[in-house]
């Protein structure tokens, strides 16, 4: 559904040519406006279910016609749970997850102050996990703390002068995150390709 919807969008850009120019649509230099996405994944087969939420609200301001640099935050927190039995006896094992993120972000629009426009960003955020195990005998918590670089393009289309529909994918992605223990080494993800998972879709509020 995210695919076809982003690639529906990327169509209408090119139908349009991106030069439909609204009055008091699209962003001029001076604007400010607050983004985000709410995200809900629920998954249940048999014994095994998983759920994870987010919400990562932005703001951001332009700083010139097609430049807007901005800061966000995040906050994700998700379970699985699963369940087996062995001869007769039942075991349940449960994974916790919490991970918050603080970060900044930097994007060039081409033609903002059209109803539609297509965007770039390059983000560089903190990333903390905290992961709790329980196998039923022993709770075993994990925290990592890291960093995170990536670049995402995206696309904006203005539904009225101060709303806005929002796609990104992710496309450069380097994580590197270390457990917070002694003598613990980091581990390192880099990832580069159009990956239509990674598309995040929200909403814009400009002031």
Request: avoid cysteine.
């Amino acid at each position: 559904m995210k695919k076809v919807l982003l690639v529906g969008a990327v169509a209408l850009f090119g139908a349009v040519n991106a030069q439909v120019t609204t009055a008091g649509e699209g962003f001029v230099k001076g604007d400010t406006f607050i983004t985000g996405a709410v995200e809900y994944s629920s998954t249940k087969q048999d014994q095994y279910e998983e759920n994870a939420a987010t919400i990562a609200p932005s703001f951001g301001i332009f700083v010139s016609p097609n430049i807007a640099v901005g800061a966000r935050v995040g906050y994700t927190k998700g379970n699985v749970e699963n369940t087996f039995t062995v001869i007769g006896q039942t075991y349940t094992l449960s994974e916790e997850m919490e991970a918050v993120n603080a970060g900044v972000f930097g994007r060039y629009y081409i033609t903002p102050a059209s109803k539609f426009s297509l965007f770039g960003e390059l983000n560089a955020n903190y990333v903390g996990v905290n992961t709790t195990d329980d196998d039923g005998m022993d709770v075993n918590e994990t925290k990592y703390n890291g960093f995170n670089f990536g670049f995402a393009p995206g696309v904006n289309y203005f539904l009225t002068r101060n709303f806005a529909l929002e796609a990104t994918v992710g496309v450069l992605n380097y994580t590197s995150m270390k457990e917070d223990t002694d003598n613990a080494k980091s581990i390192d993800n880099f990832n580069i390709g159009l990956n239509f998972t990674d598309v995040s879709l929200g909403l814009v509020y400009k002031f």
